[in-house]
Structures are given as C-alpha cells and as structure tokens.
C-alpha cells in the first residue's frame, strides 16, 4: 500500500476513532495495528502514525483495555497486533454503548416517569423512553445483523448484501422483549 494510500487509511480510521468515542489518536493507533499483516512495535507505529511514544503508549493502553490488541514480547520489545476484526470491534462498540448508556437511561425513565407532577414533563419522559427503547431494539438488530455476517461469511460484497437483508433473522427482537423494554400492545413503541 502505497504511503498516500496510507494517510488517507488512517486519516479515515482517526475519525472513525472519533466517531466511536476512543479519540482521534486511538482511532489512528488502531487503524495502524488493523493494516498492518504483522505485530509492529511501537517505533513502528510512531514511524507509521507520525505520534510520539507517549502518546502511542496511551492509545496502546486504551486499546489494550478494551481489548483490541495482543501484546507479545519479543526480546526487549513488545509487539502490539490486533485482537479482533473491525467489525467485532463495532459489534463490542455497540453493546457497550447499550449496556452503559441506553440501559440505564431506560431503566432511569422507566422509574420515574410516572412520579412526574407536571404533565408536559411527565408526557416527555415517556416520550424520550419509547425513544431509548427503540434506540435498544435498532442498536441490537443491527450488532445481531453484523454477527450473522461475521458468523456466517455471507454478505461480503454489495451484491450479496441486498439477498441478505431480506433473509435476515432478527433475534433481537425477542431479547428485547426478554428483558421487558417493550411493553404496551403498539408495536411503533408508542403505547
């Protein structure tokens, strides 16, 4: 791959970092360690990446917590290579963001619309949950979709993407209503 092919890869890939709240740095490290075919070590990334080794360190590190990478010890340097694939990564983006901030939210609502005096606000609050909830129902379909592809290597060009999407089998559906976040006999999430 050629060098301006490169920058504009990891130019790409630092916003896609943005995008998924790890910071711009952290997308670029990423983006890096996903293009690479082999470990790299860190002056390998701060040659590719144009970062200093402390900056590298601290995307390692968060990287490295989430756990995107494998770091492997080659004599007196570690050798940093990607853990999972990018769409695993995505599916792991979307079930945290689900887990730490559409839950709670639902479940914050959910409690305490009803104890709501005012009206207009009360009205809102179960507005803003039947909201969430489909925010819920469509952040779960779509890591659902993204597993089936991944499991079953189907999908991989534009072609095969339109007879995919109308055979998908959207489990989701019944995980949501598992865990009692629809309620109500609507099914636009409007009760």
Known sequence: MSDVVMQEVLNLMTQIGKQMDL???VGRVW????????????REI???T??????????????GTA???EVRREGH??????????????????EHFIANMVNP???????NADEIEDSKVRERFH???????????ATRIFSGIIKDINLNAIATDMEDAEDYVVTVNIEAREDYEENNYYKGDSKNGNE
Do not use: W
Request: charged content about 25%; some cysteine; overall charge positive.
């Open 31 to 42: 983006g890096f360690l996903l293009f690479r075919s082999c470990p790299v070590t860190q």
């Open 67 to 69: 756990h995107n990478i």
């Open 50 to 63: 144009g970062y200093s080794r402390g900056l590298i360190s601290r995307c390692l590190k968060i990287l």
């Open 127 to 137: 507005t803003l949950l039947h909201e969430f909830k489909k925010l819920y129902l």
């Open 105 to 111: 939210m639902i479940e914050i609502l959910a409690r």
């Open 77 to 94: 340097e570690n050798r940093y290579s990607v853990r999972t694939s990018l769409t695993d990564d995505f599916v792991a983006h979307f």
């Open 46 to 48: 701060e040659e590719g």
């Open 23 to 25: 910071g711009l740095p």
